[in-house]
T-cell receptor, first 114, second 113 residues
Framework: DAGVIQSPRHEVTEMGQEVTLRCKPI?????LFWYRQTMMRGLELLIY????????DSGMPEDRFSAKMPNASFSTLKIQPSEPRDSAVYFC????????????FGDGTRLSIL | AQSVSQHNHHVILSEAASLELGCNYS??????LFWYVQYPGQHLQLLLK??????LVKGIKGFEAEFIKSKFSFNLRKPSVQWSDTAEYFC???????????FGPGTRLSVLP
């Protein structure tokens, strides 16, 4: 079974540029989560979707961040404009039937904003 | 607000030592409890979970955890650690089958050969 697939694995870009992170959840999973992990703040939930609908985006740091899920097999997290403090590892995870079920994580995107 | 705390930020053990990592959560109610492990450079993986029934839960790689409702705790244990257990361990809680799901800050475990 294919797991959660994220792309790119690494992204290095200059501040001010637009960054788009992509995620393909496990087929059939109806929940998708975006997390950010840093040394200072640990693992933070940014937003999650149920059946492609955003349920809780209270963790999105500011308006520069946006996430979409146009269909059940694809989601994007966009940062525009990017800033050096956005540098982190961004994980996508998916689960079946709710946040109370185990989440399956992708390998993450390591983002560096210069 | 609901929260999850993990007692230790960094634990250092020698191989064959016993391990116990603490996890406490706020607020009662019905909880689903998880431990995830993140090996260096990898993504988080589920180690074990508790939904109901026997409060002593066995997971992969010889890990187990005990749910003590009266103490709002879900501590992770392993009788004898190996160097390959070096990783970061995250406790996570979902309340009342609802939409609230919170990860603890993580405990970094270093096992010395």
């Amino acid at each position: 079974d294919a797991g959660v697939i994220q792309s790119p694995r690494h992204e290095v870009t200059e501040m001010g540029q637009e960054v788009t992170l992509r995620c393909k959840p496990i087929s059939g999973h109806d929940y998708l989560f975006w997390y950010r992990q840093t040394m200072m703040r640990g693992l933070e939930l940014l937003i999650y979707f149920n059946n492609n609908v955003p349920i809780d985006d209270s963790g999105m740091p500011e308006d520069r961040f946006s996430a979409k899920m146009p269909n059940a097999s694809f989601s994007t997290l966009k940062i525009q404009p990017s800033e050096p403090r956005d540098s982190a590892v961004y994980f996508c995870a998916s689960s079946l039937n709710g946040p109370h079920q185990p989440q399956h994580f992708g390998d993450g995107t390591r983002l560096s904003i210069l | 607000a609901q929260s999850v705390s993990q007692h230790n930020h960094h634990v250092i053990l020698s191989e064959a030592a016993s391990l116990e990592l603490g996890c406490n959560y706020s607020y009662g109610g019905t909880v689903n409890l998880f431990w995830y492990v993140q090996y260096p450079g990898q993504h988080l993986q589920l180690l074990l979970k508790y939904f109901s029934g026997d409060p002593l839960v066995k997971g992969i790689k010889g890990f187990e955890a005990e749910f003590i409702k009266s103490k709002f705790s879900f501590n992770l244990r392993k009788p004898s650690v190996q160097w390959s257990d070096t990783a970061e361990y995250f406790c996570a809680v979902n309340w009342d089958y609802g939409q609230n799901f919170v990860f603890g800050p993580g405990t970094r475990l270093s096992v010395l050969p």
